[in-house]
């Protein structure tokens, strides 16, 4: 089925909705900027979660490893394993779904899938934490598949052709700058979501100032949204 039908028998024109993982599948952010921190710290780099939070979220970790060496010099080699053993420790402890994710997927009858900036072993393993990995894949796209990660459009425009979908016929779900940023370059609506432990007041005017067509703040509020923008 495409889109949502409504009582009136019209039909929201789209054909696929891509999720985001890292702040809008899972509340994943706050602890990998503790994992980060703690992974810095042991080769002697003093940064802030909150720091992590600003400057990174939404890129992928190769992007994220290359902005610190510019800044702090070359990093150890051993520095994605201990990172690696810190954060998985963290999300089997911690990891949680977003509240009221899963009624969104059971009412969502147009395709779906994953785009993040995450590693393809990090996303697989978080999903299957939260119970999510069976409701996506294979549709789970990872950056490492693309030449170029968020902000550029490559990630979205490869789901898209892989899920055989129109760009202009694909809906963006982003917690982060760069991927509304993404979304929006790949000619796709973007819908900024501010429902993660790590967004801020002021979160959503950020997301509409780099071109969300509109922001939520819970997953409660998804559809009833999509209704309203599209209908």
């Known amino acids: 089925m495409t889109g949502f039908a409504r009582e009136e028998g019209s039909v929201i024109p789209f054909d696929l909705v891509i999720f985001d993982c890292d702040g809008v599948l899972i509340d994943s952010e706050p602890l990998s900027a503790r994992a980060d921190v703690a992974a810095l710290a042991e080769c002697g780099i003093?940064?802030?979660?909150?720091e992590m939070l600003e400057r990174y979220t939404g890129l992928s970790w190769a992007d994220m490893l290359a902005d610190l060496e510019r800044r702090h010099g070359p990093l150890p080699a051993d520095l994605d394993r201990h990172h690696r053993a810190r954060l998985r420790a963290l999300f089997e402890a911690e990891l949680t779904a977003m509240p009221g994710l899963g009624a969104v997927?059971?009412?969502l009858p147009a395709k779906?899938?994953?785009a993040s900036s995450g590693r393809p072993e990090?996303?697989?393993h978080a999903l299957a934490l939260v119970g999510l990995w069976e409701r996506f894949?294979?549709?789970v796209f990872s950056a490492v598949e693309v030449a170029h990660g968020k902000p550029a459009p490559d990630l979205f425009l490869h789901a898209?052709?892989?899920m055989d979908a129109g760009p202009a016929r694909c809906v963006v779900i982003e917690d982060s700058l760069p991927g509304v940023a993404a979304a929006v370059a790949a000619g796709m609506t973007a819908i900024g979501f501010t429902g993660g432990g790590h967004c801020r007041p002021g979160h959503d005017s950020r997301l509409l100032a780099e071109g969300a067509a509109l922001v939520v703040g819970s997953m409660a509020e998804l559809l009833p949204a999509l209704r309203r923008r599209f209908g």
């Open 160 to 162: 898209a052709a892989r």
């Open 122 to 124: 990090r996303i697989r």
């Open 112 to 114: 779906a899938c994953v």
């Open 105 to 107: 997927l059971d009412a």
């Open 137 to 139: 894949a294979p549709h």
């Open 46 to 50: 003093s940064v802030t979660a909150e």
